[in-house]
């Protein structure tokens, strides 16, 4: 059975007009435990809602998401926040740091809510990343790159069989770039935790064997409202 | 543990708001403790201060004024009464006590009170304590113009055993005014917390026969200090008949704790006013703590998105909220306890100064209790409306890149 598995999901919004717009419309979509698929798609194409619904952040209209053998999708809010807190990282284009926190403080918040914070291993993934020397650093008193990675290891730091990564490297320059995909790559790997990335950059996209157009998995289309 | 440190790390995050909002609270905490308690003490100890006495007679004229003048020796005398009045109570078989004082004179502002020898050797100004002197100073003599001072004046003027001075006319200082007379101090007392410490005690006929004072008056005392017989309860309704009632030249102030408790009926509605504003102010404090986490809640909720995206349930960052609205009021509070020492010892040393009665800044009151709890409550209170708003924070809509 596939760590993630997502049937007939459906996600709209009203848009300012009053018409419903569908943003999410996925027949099938599957990932398989320790696998690393990149979704390619444009802006606005809806890739962030699909990972929020993944996440459980949102709660689709209709449809499953069932993930490490439980249904997200028919849990309710509290259930999703403790199944994201013990099942997923998340790595955001603009790092999402909590700036009062220092970069251990940030890693160990990342487990608090979900198998409970353990300073060794928050060290160990720092060290990995590249920060070792950095623990008491705030964020601001870091490079854009070096957040990232504190970020990297915040998403790695509950154990999590899913890492969900929207437009990781968004905020970075070419060089930034390419070592922090290598690094989450890496990270990912060694943790056996599975990788879906999402991005419209080719030359993210380049280094995934597995990469899937957005558009082909996405089927949405626009319902007018009744008048 | 884990709301706890978000709570922390928040405080210290928003440091400035914080430190300002609790110095509100620890405003208007101190303020509420301090004017609760100084309202409760004073009223207790001033309706418990006697002297050791249980009535004042006088010339007819306000019974408070004839208290305030013979016990907390304030206010001017009511006028005079005669020898034989006073020889009258101190025989009636149900008195215990009876100790005439004379008033009128001054040096530097402390009262001179002429009396006899009785009030030091019989009279218990609390139950089971005479005054008693610091060593190398012994009582005055009753025909000659020695002093024994009270602690508060002796200090306050420097007056030691040796020292001698000359009186001034009138119960308010005036330079113009001098005696010719000179005093010897021949005794200082140790405290006694009462407003004797305040008062230099000379021979009644030390009063009486001042120069410049009326001649005619020389046998008059401005009242009389009395002490009912154990069990004779019924005396003191009696004598109050027989002076208040019956007679229209003297006034029987008894029993002198109820007339200082009207004294405080009166001014019951200043306590009233000054514990509203009290009340107002812990008001407006708590508003604060809704403005300050409220008017921050824009650059939280980001912040909550994020905790929210990491896991955190709502009811973590509602409780969050709250909790850190609730550790406002309890550091500002904490801060309260010092506001209310200072000021209580502050108020405890003009209430010494101005009436010779002393609180107790460590003394024990329930508001010490209430206080911080209702504070410490609305705080917690205020921090529901932020809180909802936290709680309802759309977490997707607040992830979402910024720049």
């Known amino acids: 059975m596939p760590l993630l598995e997502i049937t007939d999901l459906k996600k709209s919004f009203i848009a300012p007009d009053g018409s419903d717009h569908v943003v999410v419309n996925v027949g099938r979509f599957a990932l398989a435990e320790q696998a690393q698929v990149a979704l390619e798609g444009e802006s606005g194409s809806g890739k962030t809602t699909f990972l929020h619904l993944i996440a459980g952040i949102l709660k689709p209209d209709a449809g499953r998401i069932v993930l490490a053998r439980q249904e997200m999708s028919a849990l309710n809010e509290p259930a999703r926040d403790r199944l994201r807190a013990t099942t997923i990282g998340y790595i955001f284009q603009t790092f999402n740091l909590l700036q009062g926190y220092t970069c251990l403080e940030n890693v160990l918040l990342g487990m608090s809510f979900g198998p409970g914070a353990d300073r060794n291993l928050a060290e160990k993934l720092l060290q990995r990343v590249g920060l070792g020397q950095r623990l008491a650093h705030y964020p601001r008193q870091l490079s854009s790159g070096q957040q990232q990675r504190v970020a990297v290891a915040r998403a790695l730091a509950n154990q999590p069989k899913l890492v969900l990564a929207d437009e990781p490297t968004g905020n970075l320059d070419h060089k930034n770039a390419r070592e922090s995909l290598a690094l989450i790559r890496e990270a990912c790997r060694e943790n056996g935790a599975a990788l879906l990335l999402v991005s419209h950059a080719g030359e993210v996209l380049a280094q995934f064997e597995n990469v899937q157009e957005f558009r082909h998995i996405n089927q949405t289309v626009t319902v007018e409202a009744p008048t | ?403």
């Open chain 2, 1 to 403: 543990m884990t709301i706890l440190r978000l709570v922390f790390k928040s405080l210290r995050q928003h440091a400035l708001s914080t430190t300002v909002t609790a110095l509100c609270i620890a405003l208007a905490g101190g303020l509420l403790m301090s004017v609760w308690s100084v309202k409760e003490q004073s009223q207790a100890t001033f309706t418990g201060v006697n002297g050791g006495f249980d009535a004042v007679l006088g010339a007819r004229g306000s019974k408070l004024q004839l208290v305030l003048n013979a016990i907390f020796h304030l206010e001017a005398s009511p006028g005079n009464l005669a020898w034989s009045d006073y020889l009258d109570i101190r025989n009636n078989p149900s008195v215990e006590l009876a100790v005439p004082i004379a008033v009128g004179d001054n040096y530097r502002g402390y009262r001179l009170v002429g009396t006899t020898l009785d009030l030091f050797s019989r009279a218990e100004y609390t139950p089971g304590k005479h005054f008693t002197l610091v060593p190398d100073g012994r009582l005055f003599e009753q025909n000659l113009r020695e002093a024994v001072v009270g602690s508060f004046a002796a200090r306050k003027l420097g007056l030691k055993p040796g020292d001698t001075f000359h009186p001034f006319h009138g119960l308010i200082f005036d330079e113009k005014n001098q005696h010719s007379e000179t005093y010897v101090v021949v005794g200082v007392l140790k405290p006694s917390n009462t407003p004797a410490d305040r008062v230099i005690w000379i021979p009644l006929a030390g009063i009486q026969k001042m120069t410049g004072h009326d001649p005619r008056a020389a046998t008059d005392v401005s009242a009389v200090l009395v002490k009912l017989k154990a069990g004779s309860a019924i005396a003191g309704f009696q004598m109050d008949m027989m002076y208040n009632k019956q007679g229209n030249r003297l006034t029987f102030a008894w029993p002198i704790g109820s007339v200082m408790a009207e004294l405080f009926d009166k001014i019951g509605w200043f306590d009233r006013v000054l514990a509203l504003v009290a009340y107002l102010v812990a008001l407006v404090a708590t508003g604060s703590i809704l403005a300050g986490i409220y008017n921050s809640m824009n650059e939280r909720r980001r912040e909550i998105a994020i905790l929210r995206a990491l896991g955190a349930r709502r009811v973590t960052v509602f409780t969050a909220i709250v909790l850190e609205a609730a550790a406002i009021a309890a550091l500002g509070m904490a801060a309260g306890f010092v506001f209310y020492g200072i000021t209580l010892a502050a108020v405890t040393g003009v209430m010494r100064a101005q009436t010779g009665v002393v609180l107790d800044p460590l003394k024990f009151n329930a508001v010490l209790l209430w206080a911080p709890a209702l504070l410490v409550t609305l705080g917690a209170l205020a921090g529901l409306v932020p809180a909802v708003k936290a709680y309802r924070t759309d977490v997707a809509e607040y992830l979402a890149p910024t720049s």
